[in-house]
């Protein structure tokens, strides 16, 4: 003890040695607003900061909330006149986030300025802690910080850490730093299943504040993460910049690469205020994406790349509140596949808003055939939705596979015109539809069919010298007409089994037999779904 120091208030040290043959130390901090002790009282342990220590055993155990630190048979002796030794048997930390534990820890000590440094920790394949510095040199104004520098996984992180409780709630301030992360490795070492492959390029972050007062807390991010692979999906970079102020997030960019397919999002957001508010955020922003290779950028988001493929641009603005959509949206599509349906060209644009999905235009193309769309669909409880279809096909059958399979070898043209008319849910629709080796059959039909219910459904079609007529309700469908001759007999059939598979299905999405029966000059058709 320096007795003259503490007396007389001279220079130097209060305590010159400070030697500890064993230490155990619990900490559990369960009210973080709470004061542990008086402004004096830190002043007081800070002016008995030691010219050296020794600890011969150390065993440390520190809980704060649900994260826990814990130091088995650790030894520490650090001098301001020469270098000291560290080591620990285990380190083991615990958090919703990490659960790690590191073995046979040694590493160099350097106490000056009342900032204790521990240098050369190996912490685990790929991990070298290089240095890390708890800083006491401000535990007089209630303030510590800490310092470190590591070599991770091929690449650097280093970070700064301090937490100021001279006011409640203490302020924390990080700022921290990360430079070529092998991705690989580094799932490796924390035992992920899943093989990922990439570099973490660059990352910086900043946060200042304390996040039970989330109005008060400044924070950002940026990052860019290169050559990701995940499974089956690959990006070659993405970029992702965020600023949080004033309760607002601020995505200056989130960007996408993916070989010759781009995209782009930035936009603002309100800084939830509860948990449940995450599952509605208030989001308002633009997008903008080139995908000229469609197959690979929906393989990104977890989709089979076999379904899609070619060119398209979507440009818009988005704005969700309370659970609610709303922007604009173009789309415009080359040499598409979509759900392995081919497709010429795609123009579409869509309008969102509170209640209402908009579909302002749709035109699709494909070699002669063509469908242009225009409509409106209530987002409520009723669904209510009103608009035009007009479509031209030159074969029917070339689209059976969406709904029945693969359609029959060899089969000839079945070409049809189809113009509709929805008001309220309720359907108009009529056209004509080419038969092989028949005149051109016109068919009307009207129906209310509304989201999610079961519909009535009534028709009427004309052939040369037959006039039928079907009804449906509740799951089956049946058709009967007289023939005045077996010449058209497989006319009628293949027109209502084209009917039934292509036309009701499509408004089914579900799987039918179809049964038929011909006797005398009689026809007689049963559809059960």
């Not at 040290?13 to 008086?38: F, H, K, W, Y």
């Not at 058209?488 to 089914?508: G, N, P």
Request: proline share 3%; net charge positive; glycine share 8%.
């Amino acid at each position: 003890m320096n007795f003259k120091h503490i007396l007389l208030g001279t220079r130097g040290r209060a305590v010159r040695d400070l030697s500890i043959q064993e230490l155990r130390g619990e900490l559990r901090r369960s009210n973080p607003a709470g004061r542990t002790m008086t402004q004096r009282g830190w002043a007081t342990l800070h002016n008995l900061l030691p010219a050296n220590l020794s600890v011969a055993s150390l065993d440390i155990r520190v809980e704060a909330g649900p994260t826990m630190i814990l130091l088995r048979k650790g030894f520490l002796s650090a001098s301001e006149l020469e270098a000291g030794r560290f080591s620990a048997a285990e380190v083991m930390i615990g958090s919703p986030w990490l659960r790690q534990t590191f073995s046979d820890l040694r590493g160099a000590t350097n106490w000056q300025d009342n900032r204790l440094a521990v240098a050369g920790l190996s912490l685990t394949r790929g991990l070298d802690l290089q240095s890390v510095t708890a800083d006491l040199s401000r535990l007089a104004d209630q303030r510590v910080g800490v310092e470190f520098d590591a070599d991770a996984f091929g690449g650097k992180i280093r970070a700064n850490i301090s937490q100021e409780w001279r006011s409640q709630p203490a302020n924390w301030k990080v700022a921290g730093s990360a430079s070529d992360i092998s991705l690989a490795q580094t799932s490796e070492a924390i035992g992920f299943t899943d093989h990922i492959d990439g570099l973490l390029h660059a990352c910086n972050f900043t946060f200042t504040g304390n996040l039970a007062e989330p109005s008060h807390v400044i924070a950002s991010l940026w990052g860019e993460l290169t050559a990701l692979t995940w499974r089956n999906r690959t990006a070659e970079a993405i970029t992702l910049g965020a600023v949080l102020y004033n309760r607002q997030i601020q995505l200056q960019q989130l960007y996408i690469r993916q070989k010759t397919n781009q995209l782009t999002l930035s936009g603002e957001a309100s800084f939830p205020s509860s948990s449940s508010d995450w599952l509605s955020p208030d989001f308002r922003g633009d997008i903008s994406a080139s995908i000229n290779q469609l197959g690979d950028f929906a393989a990104l988001f977890g989709t089979n790349p076999g379904d899609f493929a070619g060119n398209i641009a979507i440009e818009g603005t988005m704005n969700t509140r309370n659970r609610k959509f709303g922007g604009h949206l173009t789309f415009d599509g080359t040499s598409l596949t979509l759900f392995k349906t081919a497709i010429d060209t795609l123009s579409a644009k869509l309008n969102l808003k509170a209640t209402d999905l908009e579909i302002e235009q749709l035109d699709l193309k494909r070699k002669n055939d063509s469908l242009t769309a225009q409509g409106k669909l209530d987002m409520s409880h009723e669904h209510n939705y009103s608009g035009t279809i007009s479509a031209t096909v030159d074969d029917l059958a070339e689209y059976s596979s969406i709904f029945c399979g693969p359609a029959e070898k060899n089969s000839k043209p079945a070409p049809a015109h189809i113009e509709i008319t929805i008001d309220s849910n309720k359907w108009n629709a009529r056209g004509v539809i080419g038969l092989p080796k028949s005149s051109p059959v016109d068919f009307t039909a009207n129906f209310p069919l509304r989201i999610g219910k079961a519909f009535p459904f009534r028709g009427r079609c004309n052939i040369p010298k037959l006039t039928a007529r079907w009804h449906y309700r509740a799951g089956s469908c049946s058709a009967k007409a007289g023939i005045p001759s077996t010449s058209v007999k497989r006319a009628v059939i293949s027109l209502l089994q084209e009917i039934a598979r292509h036309w009701i299905f499509s408004m089914l999405r579900r799987r039918m037999s179809i049964f038929w029966l011909v006797e005398n000059s009689s026809f007689k058709i049963q559809a059960t779904l």
